[in-house]
């Protein structure tokens, strides 16, 4: 008991509960439960309430911490005009503010745009690998490795370098590889 200290309850107490001119408004169960907007709370800290959500609000970026012990640290963050959920601030995933979505770690980020059907990734992208060697690095025990079809009588795929396009292209039945496609 020292300075502006503020002690309340008893050595043996059940429960307390903090009320107002509408009910309980918050509740402190023996157990160390505490309850906003519930008389009973099943967790450390549970807050109902039907017509209002809770409201975190501030100048800053906020962030909601999840840590358990020797598990990591998971944080969920509103990054002013984007939501995401990090872990250990190096690899996260999250959704922007025009819809889109993004995956991303400290070398590497995807995002897709949903309203134009976008996919872009920065960095190596590995199919069938955890150590892609390449911007596209597919590997598969199997005979086939890839498919392109196009619902046309006429595919092709373009190889391109700064000044030279090439093609590779299938048509009624023939490959062709050349400048040309087809």
Request: aromatic residues 8%; charged residues 20%; proline residues 2%.
């Amino acid at each position: 008991d020292s300075g502006d200290d503020i002690y309340i309850g008893h050595s043996n107490f059940d429960n307390i509960f903090l009320q107002g001119s509408g009910g309980t408004l918050m509740t402190l169960l023996g157990t160390g439960n505490v309850g906003i907007g519930t008389t009973n709370p099943t967790y450390k800290l549970e807050i109902h309430d039907a017509s209002e959500p809770l409201l975190l609000s501030g100048s800053a970026d906020i962030k909601f911490r999840m840590d358990k012990a020797g598990s990591g640290k998971y944080d969920i963050v509103n990054e002013g005009n984007r939501l995401t959920i990090q872990e250990g601030g190096t690899r996260y995933v999250g959704i922007g503010n025009t819809g889109g979505f993004f995956v991303a770690s400290s070398s590497a980020y995807v995002t897709a745009d949903v309203s134009s059907h976008k996919l872009l990734v920065e960095g190596k992208v590995g199919i069938g690998t955890t150590s892609p060697s390449f911007p596209l690095d597919v590997e598969t025990g199997g005979e086939i490795v890839a498919s392109f079809v196009s619902t046309d009588n006429k595919a092709g795929i373009q190889i391109a370098d700064d000044d030279t396009t090439s093609y590779i292209s299938s048509e009624g039945g023939k490959l062709s590889l050349g400048a040309n496609n087809g």
